[in-house]
């Protein structure tokens, strides 16, 4: 083809109206639609042997040579492909600006529907309506919200990758696909100069009935769909960077196969202790991705972990390093000139009061805020990033095997310490002091739990947190 598309694809599901569709479009000279030939199952029918001089076993053994050769066949060829067909592909199948997006979709109640009757009755597509078998199925709440999560996510994945390439697709819903004007929409698009007088008139539509004459329960299939949050209304959205790994940050006991994962701002002195005196002792860091393969390798039934802390324990961590550290003396001035945030002259920090500590926390904690949504120009320091982005960065190279809370750690180290073999593992250490003159205890109270939950509400959904407590008298805090 000499035209904008050389081959297409119909991105679509079971149910939607795809075999009509290509019905429809093989009526066109020149058009030729192979169906689901990259189905795990089959190639493109049950009966099928071979597509394109291809069989079965040779499209499994390089399913790329299949798509080559619908490219390069003769005439405008293309496809169907669901959400769980062959996954080797479908990222060359997207990026292939040469290749035309058609994107068909259903109402997915009636897709479901449609699907349990046709899995049930055995009819997968009706030529003549003296063949039509009725049975009316049971709608499940949960088995229909498995069935809508799965092609919610194939759907965005594909309109992700057609931003991410410049590309559009052709968007057509079922009813659509019955309109010929449509088609004939949808023929422009493809660069095609035919137009069609008719849908094809080959299929009959098997189910045509209301909703409610073709479910049992259509009363309980009402209320669960009430609950369904068709609009993500209850979706955190994160305007967080996605985070890496941290493998420079990655600490591996010497002595034992334990691999510890820190999240900043780092308090854990406590911890890497605990490391270096197991077993021979010392601690191995430095790692590069590549070194750490070779640790793994080495060391059979290792377990890696982290620590998280209460997110009102990191805040004032993150507080203290943006108030104590050189490396953000620049950001100290720039908070307090566009961010107002009331905080004194370098020289005079160590003399502020628990008011004084008090005010700047909060005004720390609203400038977190806004800068997590990404709505200043100031780096999104992990610092003070959420747990839930450090934790979600490491799985893109090592998913920690234990996940250690704070006030609980002497217990997790002891469990891990275990399934690695170490007998007789000392306990951690004393946590580290404060690291400001004011304490938390001193400053924290409703308003700044309050507001350290309407910043952090990610993590504190995501890993359960409660309320802070304070620290017991004479015991030490974690810094």
């Not at 060829?77 to 058609?102: S, T, Y």
């Not at 909703?211 to 009363?219: G, P």
Request: hydrophobic share 45%; aromatic share 8%; glycine share 8%.
């Amino acid at each position: 083809m000499t035209g904008r598309f050389d081959h297409f694809v119909i991105f679509a599901e079971m149910r939607t109206g795809s075999n009509l569709l290509e019905a429809t479009l093989e009526q066109v000279p020149g058009v030729h639609c192979h169906g689901e030939i990259f189905n795990p199952v089959h190639l493109g029918g049950p009966k099928k042997k071979q597509v394109l001089g291809m069989t079965m076993a040779e499209r499994l053994a390089d399913p790329a040579a299949l798509l080559a050769r619908v490219r390069q066949a003769e005439g405008l060829n293309g496809f169907r492909f669901f959400h769980d067909h062959e996954p080797r592909v479908l990222d060359e199948i997207l990026g292939d600006p040469r290749c035309a997006k058609i994107v068909l979709t259903r109402n997915p109640v009636d897709c479901y529907v449609s699907l349990k009757i046709a899995r049930n009755t055995q009819k997968w597509r009706l030529t003549d309506v003296k063949d039509r078998v009725v049975w009316r199925p049971t709608f499940r709440a949960e088995e229909f919200e498995s069935f809508l999560e799965e092609r919610q996510q194939f759907q965005l994945r594909l309109l992700n990758a057609l931003q991410v390439t410049g590309q559009t697709a052709f968007y057509l819903d079922y009813e659509d696909s019955l309109r010929v004007d449509v088609i004939n929409g949808l023929l422009r698009f493809l660069g095609l100069a035919e137009r069609l007088e008719a849908i094809a008139g080959s299929l009959v539509r098997q189910n045509p009935e209301e909703l409610e004459d073709k479910v049992r329960n259509f009363a309980e299939m009402e209320e669960a769909l009430q609950r369904i949050d068709w609009a993500s209304l209850a979706r955190t959205p994160n305007f967080e960077p996605r985070r890496g790994p941290g493998v420079p940050r990655m600490v591996a006991a010497a002595g034992a196969p334990l691999l510890y994962v820190p999240i900043p701002p780092f308090a854990d002195q406590h911890l890497r202790a605990w490391l270096a005196a197991l077993g021979e002792g010392g601690l191995i860091e430095g790692f590069t991705q590549k070194s750490l393969r070779q640790w793994k390798r080495k060391a059979p039934g290792h377990r890696s972990f982290t620590l998280l802390r209460h997110p009102l324990d990191r805040a004032w961590s993150a507080y203290a390093r943006v108030l104590t550290a050189d490396a953000y003396r620049d950001m100290r001035a720039t908070l307090r000139g566009h961010h107002a945030l009331p905080l004194p002259e370098d020289e005079a920090i160590a003399a502020m009061d628990a008011a004084a500590h008090r005010a700047a926390f909060l005004g720390f904690l609203d400038f977190v805020k806004v800068n997590l949504a990404g709505q200043t120009g100031m780096r999104q320091d992990l610092a003070w990033g959420t747990q839930w982005s450090a934790v979600n960065g490491m799985a893109n190279f090592t998913l920690p095997d234990v996940i250690c809370r704070a006030e609980s750690l002497a217990e997790d180290l002891a469990y891990l310490a275990r399934a690695v073999g170490v007998a007789g593992a000392p306990a951690p250490g004393p946590e580290t002091v404060e690291p400001l003159p004011v304490p938390l205890a001193a400053i924290a109270d409703e308003e700044v739990e309050s507001r350290v939950r309407d910043v952090y509400r990610k993590d504190f959904m995501a890993f359960g947190f409660g309320a802070w407590k304070a620290p017991k008298p004479g015991s030490r805090r974690l810094a």
